[in-house]
């Protein structure tokens, strides 16, 4: 059984989907065809280290797999047009993961320019933005932008965002955030259960779990998996563990729950 967490664990999950009864779906095909039963999304959030993305990215593509890459315009570290086009060359879908609300604290008018320059950037540079999705930062929550701007996607000409256009009463949502699976409730929006409850009340999944929804026949599975934290080795898994397990002991007080909130919201949903 390969160690969790490691590409070797990853490719197993491909080669079930790979195998299985389900249809694998970038987000924009979902939206595009928007089936009722019988289909994997497959989402990747890039909240860290691209070059993760990349490696995934060419594992999918072994096993015919095309996945939607959501990807950040800031900070410039995770802003890397050439690897963005390397993914797309693959056959992968590149979405926008907007932060807008909170880079703009809180401001509807500012984000939502934003969001239309960011769009607009990333098409510029080459890239089909056909999609977008709403990234878990803390402090404030990015879906409210296309709540009270709905109009936005229509005047962005895009399908739908990864949240926002997802009825989660029929879709299955399964997110690897916070560095192990988790399986959230349907009829529950994702990222508001997960601030209200928490990641520990909702049920942990082994990869075992995972293969075996995949190989489900007629699930309506939505898979979110976050590059950065998927390593090559498992010695690279086994010490990202113990940096994370070093961090949380050794930052106490005010400054370490705001850095603690900051990792959380980087992790995403």
Not at 133 to 157: F, I, S, T, V
Not at 181 to 198: F, N, S
């Amino acid at each position: 059984m390969p160690i969790p967490f490691t590409l070797s664990a990853y490719r197993r999950l491909c080669e079930a989907i790979r195998s299985g009864p389900l249809r694998p779906l970038t987000m924009a095909d979902y939206l595009r065809a928007q089936p009722d039963s019988g289909f994997v999304i497959l989402r990747f959030d890039i909240d860290d280290r691209p070059q993760h993305a990349l490696d995934m990215a060419y594992l999918l593509h072994g096993f015919g797999l095309r996945a939607t890459f959501y990807w950040h315009t800031f900070p410039p570290a995770l802003y890397r047009v050439t690897v963005m086009r390397e993914i797309a060359v693959l056959g992968h879908e590149i979405g926008y993961h907007h932060a807008v609300l909170s880079r703009c604290r809180g401001d509807i008018p500012a984000a939502a320019d934003l969001f239309q320059t960011d769009v607009e950037m990333l098409r510029a540079a080459g890239f089909e933005i056909q999609s977008v999705a709403a990234h878990g930062a803390p402090g404030y929550d990015n879906k409210q932008l296309l709540k009270a701007r709905p109009d936005l996607l229509e005047a962005c000409g895009l399908l739908g965002d990864g949240y926002a256009s997802i009825d989660f009463g029929r879709v299955q949502y399964v997110s690897d955030a916070g560095w192990e699976w988790r399986r959230y409730p349907l009829r529950a929006d994702a990222q508001e259960y997960r601030l209200r409850h928490g990641a520990a009340a909702l049920p942990r999944l082994a990869d075992c779990d995972v293969i075996a929804l995949a190989q489900t026949p007629g699930a309506s599975l939505y898979l979110n998996t976050h590059p950065e934290l998927w390593f090559e080795s498992g010695v690279a898994a086994h010490g990202y563990r113990l940096r994370r397990a070093a961090g949380r002991t050794l930052l106490g007080g005010s400054r370490g729950r705001r850095m603690v909130a900051w990792i959380k919201g980087r992790d995403g949903l």
